[in-house]
């Protein structure tokens, strides 16, 4: 099967007026600025000792993901993209220093969810000067003062191990305009004396340390369920095209499964992120966001790569088709968003009320930085 066209991911120009060409000069017409772009590494030690950070990191995601997606810069919100990297592994090549990309940057987070899920640990030396070069040197980062690009570097056990200086990683970091956050798993002065604090001093960024065993606290809402009524009802709205489409819908159903399994409220949270559509795009496979990123784009895909539904349609049948269900996925979205609101609300008091727990998690930690760090990028993020 040929694949079909890519849809054109449009780009706006910078925020100026210029004349159109072959017009008056002195008329200027407004252009739409370019939005800012969030790119994250997260960098995960996977030694024998770092079962309860995986499990972690496996919950807390869709936390991550909506504070970012709470992010504007111009009004605008910002393309986030993330990227996941294991370190510390015996099986990973000797000469990468342990180091493997698990997830290059994407918009697709069923792909970075799964992905986790499928990580688990396995002794190993851990190079964190290693990882960070590599995620560094590796990685498409962004140029622009307005892009906030970070990494989170995650583990244990003495930071300073391998032939790979951290400094030689930082002044990378440096030059690209990347902020490096260290998260030890353990107790603070541990980390200290095992040199995590040097590394975000030396990245411009934040040492924290958390407690890598924690359970999550789960809490039920009254919103729970009606939020996975509506999940249920938003999976219809996307329809697959070419090659990749078996393959889109079966991982979006996995990913929504594994989450359950976890805990409802890790899959409340990922639901929450799939009702924000400029956050959980599929272009690559669904029609209905295809053709929102490149209006057009459903009359030029070829009849064979067609779902069998709309097989032997005319262009304005397809059309139409598209545009009922992507009407009714914006109706969704939104009831998933106001559900959404209602839910943060009703944590935050239950969360008041009892403030016994007070363990830091990945959760805790990650969402304290992005919310501090943000600011220095024009970015205002919403309660």
């Not at 008041?352 to 990028?377: G, H, P, Y």
Request: aromatic share 6%; charged share 25%; with cysteine.
């Amino acid at each position: 099967m040929v694949s079909p066209a890519k849809p054109v991911e449009k780009k706006a120009v910078s925020q100026a007026t210029v004349a159109a060409p072959g017009t008056n000069p002195h008329k200027e017409i407004a252009m739409t600025a370019e939005p800012s772009k969030i790119q994250v590494a997260i960098l995960l030690d996977v030694s024998n000792s770092m079962d309860g950070l995986i499990e972690q990191a496996k919950a807390q995601l869709w936390n991550m993901v909506s504070v970012l997606g709470k992010a504007k810069c111009d009004g605008q919100a910002p393309r986030v993209e993330l990227a996941l990297y294991e370190y510390g592994r015996l099986t990973n090549k000797v000469g990468k220093g342990y180091v493997e990309q698990i997830s290059p940057f994407t918009t697709d987070l069923d792909l970075v969810s799964r992905n986790l899920f499928r990580l688990n640990t396995n002794g190993g030396d851990e190079y964190c000067g290693q990882v960070m070069l590599t995620s560094l040197s590796e990685l498409p980062w962004s140029g622009g003062n307005n892009n906030y690009k970070v990494i989170f570097i995650a583990g244990n056990e003495d930071f300073l191990q391998g032939s790979i200086p951290f400094t030689k990683a930082c002044v990378l970091a440096k030059q690209k305009g990347v902020i490096v956050n260290t998260i030890y798993c353990g107790d603070r002065m541990q980390g200290i004396r095992e040199h995590w604090n040097l590394g975000s001093e030396c990245g411009n960024g934040s040492y924290t340390f958390i407690n890598s065993d924690a359970r999550i606290q789960d809490i039920a809402t009254p919103y729970d369920q009606p939020l996975i009524e509506l999940n249920e009802k938003l999976n219809k709205t996307y329809v697959g095209y070419g090659r990749k489409a078996a393959e889109g819908k079966a991982m979006q159903e996995q990913v929504d499964q594994a989450n359950y399994k976890v805990h409802s409220s890790v899959a409340v949270k990922r639901i929450s992120v799939k009702g924000k559509k400029e956050l959980y795009r599929n272009d690559s496979w669904d029609l209905v966001d295809a053709e929102a990123a490149n209006p057009g784009f459903v009359t030029t895909v070829k009849p064979g790569d067609l779902p069998d539904t709309l097989k032997g349609k005319s262009p304005e049948e397809i059309k139409k088709y598209i545009h009922t269900l992507s009407a009714d996925r914006d109706r969704i979205q939104k009831e998933i968003a106001a559900l959404s609101v209602k839910r943060e609300a009703f944590l935050t008091q239950a969360r008041s009320e009892n403030s016994s727990n007070t363990d830091q998690t990945l959760e805790t930690e990650v969402e304290k930085i992005i919310r501090q760090q943000a600011a220095r990028f024009n970015m205002k993020l919403d309660k």
